[in-house]
């Protein structure tokens, strides 16, 4: 579904079921590069088992229009845009990489508005390596190649993700090459990049947060190494907030070298929401 943020169509995906206000909403918020499809097995398990779910691509990404965002604040503002355009009071939020950035910033901005928070792969500073920086401007496939090799510790997933001998490098690829060229006016690989490098709020973030957050890692993550998360997690729990912190046999790409790890972590973290009114 489309749905005007701040004068822009922002693209919500709903996990095959209608978007109904009075279910418990989860946002799914991707991270560089990538689109609403990152999310795509966890998303619709959620959303045909009591969940309301919408897996955003971010503004000028995939099939949202809109300016693509240059920093976490800006994109947090259009995540709670989001859930201003549909009315919703308060809604889980589940980001990724940048989309944990993302997330993180949300839920200390409008903490009223977020009953949850699940950072997968996420890490605090999110520094991007100089050469990184260079080839997302100026030899973007090469920096796509790079980014695949360290997001990844198998090249074969295991039966539940996909489908068995599914290729998680190729698709990788295939999906960022394909979020490239859905904006032909603005390079959003170095945007995006730019943004997680340039990012300094994150541990006031999380000494701000008022919901349950929880961390979900991968202990083969070499694009987030699992230690690199230890300040937020360390920051929440000085916040006071219930803190649960998940590590999968996995690389940065959790969602489908780790799907069902990550399922579960997902399903015991959101549980509450279904027995709690939505407000």
């Not at 950072?119 to 030899?139: E, I, K």
């Not at 695949?148 to 993700?161: D, I, W």
């Not at 490239?180 to 994150?202: E, M, T, W």
Request: include cysteine.
């Amino acid at each position: 579904m489309l749905i005007d943020v701040h004068g822009a169509p922002l693209y919500a995906y709903t996990g095959g079921k209608p978007f109904d206000p009075a279910r418990p909403t989860v946002v799914f918020i991707h991270g560089v590069l990538n689109d609403h499809s990152v999310w795509i097995l966890q998303s619709r398990y959620l959303a045909h088992h009591g969940h309301n779910v919408l897996a955003i691509d971010l503004p000028g990404h995939g099939r949202s229009g809109g300016e693509p965002p240059a920093s976490v604040e800006s994109a947090a503002r259009t995540v709670i845009g989001l859930l201003d355009a549909l009315g919703i009071a308060r809604a889980a939020l589940v980001g990724h990489s940048f989309g944990s950035l993302i997330a993180l910033q949300a839920a200390a901005d409008a903490p009223a508005r977020v009953s949850h928070l699940v950072l997968v792969g996420t890490a605090y500073p999110m520094r991007v390596s100089a050469a990184l920086l260079d080839a997302s401007l100026h030899a973007p496939d090469k920096a796509i190649d790079m980014v695949n090799v360290y997001s990844h510790s198998t090249l074969a997933p295991p039966p539940s993700a996909l489908g068995p001998g599914t290729w998680l490098y190729g698709g990788s690829r295939a999906l960022m090459r394909r979020v490239l060229a859905s904006n032909p006016r603005v390079n959003i690989f170095h945007r995006g990049f730019v943004a997680c490098d340039s990012y300094q709020g994150g541990e006031a973030a999380a000494r701000a947060l008022a919901c349950p957050v929880q961390f979900i890692l991968g202990t083969r993550d070499q694009m987030t190494p699992p230690k690199a998360a230890q300040p937020l997690i360390d920051a929440a729990r000085a916040a006071g907030v219930p803190v649960d912190v998940v590590r999968l046999n996995a690389g940065h790409a959790l969602m489908t070298e780790a799907p069902d790890g990550v399922l579960d972590a997902l399903q015991r973290w959101l549980q509450p929401a279904l027995d709690a009114p939505t407000g």
